[in-house]
């Protein structure tokens, strides 16, 4: 099937271009980071995870998402998912495949990162993770493949695909848990160490991983003949509706925690990001941002003469998916290390470098998602057409 | 006959001392020949578990500095003040102060101990130095954080780094509750002023800490910073009931830092 | 119609593929370098293990050792030779640079040759680079 993704309109092959600049850019930024190491980043001795890793940490949850579409499909035969499920894996595969290269790009000696499997140590989250990742990226690379071929040859799905799709169910929600596991479980950093952080990044998943499918179903019916539904839509509005709610009540129950109980190790973080601390503050204005859009998207949302409003909804989805990349991305890391153990206060903002290294791996991951979508819709057009 | 290492050589050993013909036929034509034999250092010393006694009494800003640099200068830690040599380093980029290395360094008491912050501390603890360093804990959260066991828990209780095998992931950065560990966030070469051969610099890319000078308790020596430390900084076996750092904790009130947080920290500061 | 095209390809990539072949035609190879023994190596001739086994061997030699080091304290190692080493690259007597004292005809020599650049020497030091 891949012969699909090397014929293509004028558009397709300038926004392959533009992607291949983007990554060229950053690979020769990603060069200067090998050879010279982090310092080219603004992470420090207090601020040890940055950029990288907030992104890392947020597109575990865009590729947990995707489990959004897979269960009511799966599980509950609700056929509407039918044309978006493919989707919704391929969304996965893309999402993890910019999850494991910023963890590349984040580690110090990435030739040695095969230790993590040489050395295999059971007591460390991380590496549970990478096998809760590379798992489920391994199942939905099959799964999805497998599902459109047949598609396209007109035939049902190979009978092993079956157990294989049930089981990318429980891998779903565990990348994102272990996911969280590597914060929540830390005893010095208060911010993290909440029992909550894995509902909580579950349900912001599955807010902000429905919200960008709904974006994508958008571009898709405007630049392919393939249309993903409406109706089809309007269920995953819901989805993102509930998700979202669902983690906006988990913060204010956090927020509550932290603020009534005073406990000084996990209120400092909290002041730091919504209100500043000891004078500074700078996340505070993008974490009200992120809050804001939250809130308004949820208004909008659970409104049904908004949320079935055709032009409102992507933008909606747009403040949804912003203010959960926000909140988790930037707000989650950062606010986890300010103040540090020691009470002292180091602030952090990425680097231009790190920012094009970060825009490179987005790049990458929008390139193999044009690439598994337009493979996806065109086999779609040609057994409809 | 060598096989890929001498460890999976004595591993393969092993398997053919227990009786099979697996192991070929060199084995018995070299049975006359001992095979090698690794040991300790003869007049190293040991302990069931290592820990530190810091006297506060003791303690004086001067103690602090020479502690300080008896420590970094012996492990070559870098020193981002240090003027760079233009001539062996050409074209060195300008360091970010916030990407330090520390080992062992001077913090105030309640960054020191930020949950037994008083309101109305003495004076005296208000103004002192405070050695903070690696607790070497007991229920060490880096040594369950490291994904590749570069960071261990030796038997004799020192939480080790392998710098070979660490890969800069710095997950241990953000597990340990005492900021004790830092990253090279780049070459550390152009800011040690004097490399001591004795003891290796590090990569860039990889995490480091304190190592209760593991390498000087081998050749049966005390730590850089106890010597230094005037009478300031003991360092023994916390579990020998005969050992002075007992005899200190038996006889002062001493406190450790957030031993709220489980991680059993083997740095006692006698108040 | 794609013959041609296939057949092109495959000779472009066979010409590729045999490229150091090429370069090896084109250029002249030199043999390759003795490790040179000096002073006290040379006085001694018996390393941990013979000569052969540590030519080949040597780096995983070397792996096991810091092995033993770092991880379990070991230090010193008898070999089935008799002999008692410290465990050591380059720090005291026994380790390994301190018996072939001259770094750049001792490793350096082959490492060069072989084109192999072992990171020994990103964090470890060689006591006589320092005046």
Known sequence: ?385 | MMKKSRRSFLKVAGVAAVGLGASPAMNFASSDISHPVKSKNEHGLSAHRWGMVIDTNKITDEVVEACVEACHKAHNVPDFNHEVDEEKYPKTRPVNHKQEIKWLWEEEFHNAFPDKEDEFLAEKYHDLPFLVTCNHCKNAPCVKACPTQATFKREDGIVLMDYHRCIGCRFCMAACPFGARSFNFRDPRPFIEKNDPAFPTRTKGVVEKCNLCAERLAKGEQPHCVEASEGAIVVGDLEDPESEVRALLNEHYSIRRKQSMGTEPSVYYVM | ?131
């Open chain 1, 1 to 385: 099937m891949l012969e699909i993704a090397i014929k293509g309109s004028k558009n397709y092959w300038l926004w392959i271009v533009f992607l291949l600049a983007v990554i060229g850019a950053g690979a020769v930024v990603y060069i200067d980071q090998f050879m010279n190491g982090l310092m080219i980043t603004n992470m420090s001795r207090d601020v040890s995870f940055g950029f990288y890793i907030a992104n890392f940490t947020f597109l575990v949850g865009v590729a947990a998402g995707g489990v959004m579409v897979v269960i009511p499909y799966y599980l509950h035969n609700y056929e509407k998912f039918h044309r978006i499920t493919i989707l919704g894996e391929f969304l996965a595969v893309a999402a993890l495949i910019m999850c494991l290269l910023f963890v590349l790009v984040d580690v110090g000696q990435p030739t040695r990162l095969l230790n993590v499997w040489l050395y295999p140590s059971v007591k460390s989250v991380l590496f549970w993770d990478t096998l809760v990742l590379n798992g489920y990226l391994g199942l939905n690379i099959i799964i999805g493949w497998k599902l459109l071929e047949a598609e396209r040859n007109q035939v049902e799905p190979p009978l092993w695909t079956k157990p294989l799709i049930y089981l990318s169910i429980p891998f779903a929600i565990g990348i994102h848990t272990v996911t969280a596991y590597l914060y929540c479980g830390l005893p010095g950093r208060g911010y993290w160490l909440t029992a909550i952080l894995a509902p909580r990044f579950l349900a912001s998943a599955f807010a902000a991983g429905p919200a960008f499918l709904i974006i994508l179903c958008y571009i898709i019916k405007k630049f392919t003949k393939f249309d993903p539904g409406w109706e089809a839509i309007q269920t995953l509005s819901k989805i993102v509706c509930w998700a979202i709610i669902a983690n906006l009540f988990f913060f204010f129950c956090e927020v509550f925690v932290v603020f009534y109980s005073n406990i000084p190790g996990h209120l400092a973080h909290m002041q730091y990001l919504l209100f500043g601390y000891h004078g500074y503050h700078a996340l505070v204005p993008w974490m009200w941002t992120g809050i804001t859009l939250m809130i308004l998207g949820a208004v909008f949302l659970v409104i049904p003469q908004l949320r079935n409003n055709k032009t409102l909804l992507p933008f909606t989805c747009a403040m949804i998916f912003i203010g959960a990349w926000i909140d988790k991305g930037l707000g989650m890391i950062s606010g986890g290390f300010v103040p540090s153990p020691l009470h002292h206060v180091t602030e952090y903002a990425p680097s231009g470098k790190e920012i094009i290294i970060t825009l490179a791996v987005y790049a990458t991951g929008f390139l193999i998602l044009t690439i598994l979508f337009k493979i996806a819709t065109q086999v779609k057009e040609e057994v409809r057409g």
């Open chain 3, 1 to 131: 119609m794609n013959k041609n095209y296939i057949i092109t390809g495959l000779v472009i990539f066979a010409l590729a593929v045999l490229s150091p072949f090429w370069f090896n035609i084109i250029t002249t190879t030199q043999a390759a370098p003795e490790p040179e023994l000096l002073g006290k190596a040379k006085a001694e001739k018996k390393c941990v293990l013979d000569k052969y086994d540590m030519r080949a061997n040597h780096m995983s030699l070397l792996d096991d050792w810091r092995d033993s080091v770092v991880r379990d304290a070991d230090r010193m190692y008898k070999s089935s030779n008799g002999h008692s080493f410290n465990m050591s690259l380059s720090t005291g007597e026994n380790s390994c640079l301190g018996c072939h004292e001259d770094k750049a005809k001792f490793c350096d020599a082959c490492h060069t040759y072989a084109s192999v650049t072992p990171y020994c020497w990103d964090c470890h030091t060689n006591p006589k680079e320092i005046e």
